[in-house]
């Protein structure tokens, strides 16, 4: 299981991160609006760097155990306003922080639990909030954790911005 240590109390000074420097490492320049494209790209570069292997968090928290799949980094870069209908802003900020889920999930605040699917599925839900710096700029980031009999699994991450413009507004979408 990955566990953070961190020199200083919880917070968001020790989860910054450069935007452009996360983004360089995806190679996704003019390719933001094929959500297919992006999708397999960043998969396949998180696969090349293990970060599936043994990607199982603790949330501090509710002591939750969640695990981290390419098919819930999928989601998170899916269809409609998840990522395919976002302003481009939020959608490199989406892309910026998906190596940072893992201490988001640990340091996450556990806000909703066994909220159920509203798209009718027969699946629940719980929800964490954390904030992370990103160019000295603070996001909330909400997780969508999907629970299921027995297991845990990331779904999904939304960052909400100060700007009404690029906000997120339903979490459960």
Same mark, same amino acid.
């Given at each position: 299981?990955?566990?953070?240590?961190?020199?200083?109390?919880?917070?968001?000074?020790?989860?910054?991160?450069?935007?452009?420097?996360?983004?360089?490492?995806?190679?996704?320049?003019?390719?933001?609006?094929?959500?297919?494209?992006?999708?397999?790209?960043?998969?396949?570069?998180?696969?090349?760097?293990?970060?599936?292997?043994?990607?199982?968090?603790?949330?501090?928290?509710?002591?939750?155990?969640?695990?981290?799949?390419?098919?819930?980094?999928?989601?998170?870069? *899916?269809?409609?306003?998840?990522?395919? @209908?976002?302003?481009?802003?939020? %959608?490199? =900020?989406?892309?910026?922080? /998906? #190596? $940072?889920?893992?201490?988001?999930?640990?340091?996450?605040?556990?806000?909703?639990?066994?909220?159920?699917?509203?798209?009718?599925?027969?699946?629940?839900?719980?929800?964490?909030?954390?904030?992370?710096?990103?160019?000295?700029?603070?996001?909330?980031?909400?997780?969508?954790?999907?629970?299921?009999?027995? *297991?845990?699994?990331?779904?999904?991450? @939304?960052?909400?911005?100060?700007? %009404?413009? =690029?906000?997120?507004?339903? /979490? #459960? $979408?």
């Amino acid at each position: 299981m990955l566990r953070y240590e961190w020199r200083e109390e919880r917070g968001i000074m020790d989860n910054k991160i450069g935007l452009q420097k996360e983004l360089d490492t995806y190679h996704l320049s003019g390719k933001w609006n094929d959500y297919v494209g992006v999708q397999k790209r960043v998969v396949n570069i998180l696969k090349e760097e293990g970060f599936f292997e043994n990607n199982i968090v603790v949330n501090d928290d509710s002591k939750m155990v969640i695990r981290i799949t390419a098919k819930g980094i999928k989601e998170t870069l *899916s269809k409609g306003k998840r990522f395919q @209908n976002l302003p481009r802003r939020l %959608k490199e =900020l989406k892309v910026a922080t /998906l #190596r $940072s889920i893992p201490m988001l999930i640990q340091l996450g605040t556990l806000f909703a639990d066994d909220v159920q699917n509203i798209h009718g599925e027969n699946s629940v839900f719980a929800y964490l909030t954390h904030e992370i710096m990103i160019d000295e700029e603070v996001y909330k980031v909400r997780i969508s954790i999907k629970r299921k009999a027995g *297991s845990n699994i990331f779904w999904m991450h @939304n960052i909400d911005c100060k700007e %009404k413009s =690029l906000e997120l507004l339903d /979490l #459960r $979408s």
